[in-house]
């Protein structure tokens, strides 16, 4: 059985531990504030999930999905998350989580930021545009003819095979945009992120190739 470990327990993080446990998954899943306050959440997901702390879920996660925003002093468990793929859920959003000047100037994207907080992980942005309730409601089968399909980004292949599949368990298909430095075009007021995940295969490859730059005003 494998073992995924969660770093953030909101919106997001307990909607995938839900998605997790529902295909087979085994979930170690962590907050901020404690494993103690999470008892609500692993009660609801049952024997297959348990609560940990960041470091815990780390290095109990054979994957392990950081649905947390980044933060210029890096929070994550660097050493834990060493050698692992990392899947990162984070939208840039300036007004909730302060200015990357590196970011708003288009040197890097955000998930490259994340890469290089985690040097020695393999990091994919993954889930980043698919709002979590969706994440049941818009799943289909596979080869279902309007089966919606979510971007993946990272300078890893094996990270990119492994959310491929990953995706077509939870019922998704897959549109692979690599490397992290091509990650933008899927971010927050694009037409692939405003789309969500009402998008075919080819409808997304479109939308990320209409993408153009959002370049928020330089700090004077
Ligand atoms: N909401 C969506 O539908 C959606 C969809 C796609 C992508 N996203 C992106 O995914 C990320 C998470 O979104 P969300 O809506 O789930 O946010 P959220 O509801 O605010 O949850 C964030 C979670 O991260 C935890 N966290 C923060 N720093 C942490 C740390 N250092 N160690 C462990 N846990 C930490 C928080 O713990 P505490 O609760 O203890 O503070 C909280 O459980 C954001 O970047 C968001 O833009 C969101």
Avoid at 29 to 56: K, M, W
Avoid at 125 to 149: E, M, V, Y
Avoid at 192 to 217: F, S, V
Wanted: glycine share 8%; hydrophobic share 40%.
């Amino acid at each position: 059985m494998t073992t995924i470990g969660i770093i953030g327990a909101g919106e997001v993080g307990s909607q995938l531990a839900r998605a997790a446990v529902a295909h087979g998954y085994r979930v170690v899943i962590a907050n901020s504030r404690g494993p103690e306050t999470l008892s609500y959440l692993v009660d609801e997901l049952g024997p297959s999930a348990r609560a940990a702390t960041a470091a815990d879920a780390a290095e109990a996660g054979d994957f392990v999905i950081i649905a947390a925003p980044l933060k210029p002093a890096n929070d994550m468990p660097v050493e834990q998350l060493a050698g692992k793929t990392v899947l990162d859920t984070n939208n840039y959003m300036p007004w909730r989580d302060g200015r990357f000047e590196a970011i708003d100037s288009g040197e890097k994207t955000v998930h490259e930021l994340r890469q290089e907080q985690l040097p020695a992980s393999k990091v994919a942005k993954a889930f980043t545009h698919i709002q979590a309730p969706r994440l049941f409601l818009s799943a289909r089968a596979p080869g279902t003819p309007d089966r919606h399909a979510l971007s993946v980004s990272s300078d890893h292949p094996e990270a990119v095979e492994l959310v491929t599949r990953l995706y077509d368990e939870f019922g998704f298909d897959t549109v692979d945009n690599s490397p992290l430095s091509e990650s933008w075009r899927s971010g927050p007021g694009q037409p692939a992120w405003l789309a969500h995940a009402h998008q075919t295969r080819e409808r997304l490859a479109a939308n990320l190739a209409a993408a153009r730059r959002i370049r928020y005003p330089v700090r004077g």
